[in-house]
Each structure stands twice: as structure tokens, then as C-alpha cells.
């Protein structure tokens, strides 16, 4: 399995495409194929057929999948799309946790 440099409910920038420059949230992420679906980015349309009697056809807006390279980590305090390295801290336990640090300023994201 592949892993990727951001997860679901992080705070993305996209950073190629017809979308670049819009921040937003991963709504969902597929490790297998390497995308990443981020709210408000890659409006798609898709046509909804009416199954029973009565129902009524339509096309909904909704996002679509990119390119999890296409995006990169927001910082708040950089204010911009920013590359992360892994870094651990230690609990008062003794217990070591894996956190992901911004490159420019060190802020803990």
C-alpha cells in the first residue's frame, strides 16, 4: 500500500491545475490510487437516473478526485501551501508520537 503526505480533514492548497491557489479540506483519500478529493476543488457534474416511477433525472455538482501531488499542506502561520517533514515528540509518558512540521517556520501541523 502507498501512503501519501496528507490525510482526510487536512487543510490542503492545490497547486497545479485549473484550480490553483483554492484551499480547502480532504474530504476522502484513496492511498491506492494516489488522489485525493478536496471540498470545492474539481467540480465534476454526474447524471442521476430515475430508478423507480415517479423520480425525476438530474445532474448533481460534486467533487471529483485530483492528484494527491497536485496539493500541498496549508501552514497558518506561513499562510501558504508548504512542505512538511516527520518529526516525534515525547509525552510525559515516555511515549513517542510521529507530528508533521512545517519546513519554513517549524509550526506543528
Known amino acids: 500500500m502507498k501512503k501519501l503526505h496528507v490525510k482526510k480533514d487536512d487543510v490542503v492548497v492545490v497547486i497545479s491545475g485549473d484550480d490553483k491557489g483554492v484551499k480547502g479540506k480532504v474530504i ?3 492511498p491506492e490510487e ?3 478529493i478536496v471540498e470545492g476543488v474539481n467540480i465534476v ?3 442521476n437516473k430515475a430508478r423507480r416511477q415517479g423520480e ?3 445532474i448533481v455538482k460534486t467533487e471529483g478526485a485530483i492528484y494527491a501531488s497536485k496539493v500541498q499542506l496549508y501552514c497558518p ?3 501558504k501551501g508548504v ?3 516527520a518529526d516525534f515528540q ?3 509518558d515516555g511515549k513517542k508520537t510521529k507530528i508533521r512540521r512545517c519546513y519554513k ?3 506543528i501541523i
Open 28 to 30: 476522502a483519500a484513496s
Open 77 to 79: 502561520k506561513c499562510n
Open 83 to 85: 512542505r512538511v517533514r
Open 45 to 47: 457534474s454526474k447524471h
Open 90 to 92: 515525547t509525552d510525559a
Open 56 to 58: 425525476v433525472s438530474s
Open 34 to 36: 494516489g488522489k485525493v
Open 105 to 107: 517556520c517549524g509550526e
